[in-house]
């Protein structure tokens, strides 16, 4: 079953839920309106030095742009979420260099 993503157009709760295509649209659990689907991108699986090359290269962008509190926000993020030594090491020597904790 796939994931979709709702809202409530009434009390704009967000919630996600696993449901069949042919279901109709779930209530809200907060107010128990009908929710509204949300589009959504779809989820792509990649590999780990795909992601690692990713998690660089926007690093690298943040950094050209003079945001380093935003780049060690991202990589601390990315290295919480990919279990990357790589990806550890960048969040590490961010810090080293910024002295941001």
Do not use: W
Request: glycine fraction near 4%; aromatic fraction near 6%; proline fraction near 6%.
């Amino acid at each position: 079953m796939p994931l979709y993503d709702f809202q409530c157009p009434e009390c704009g709760c967000s919630f996600e839920l696993l449901i069949k295509l042919s279901d109709p649209a779930p209530k809200c659990p907060q107010c128990g309106v009908r929710a509204e689907k949300l589009i959504s991108a779809p989820a792509v699986r990649i590999s780990g030095d795909q992601a690692t090359a990713r998690i660089e290269k926007r690093v690298k962008s943040y950094l050209r742009d003079g945001k380093f509190a935003e780049a060690t926000r991202f990589a601390d993020k990315a290295a919480s979420m990919v279990k990357s030594d790589k990806v550890k090491r960048i969040a590490d020597k961010l810090h080293q260099k910024t002295g941001l904790s």
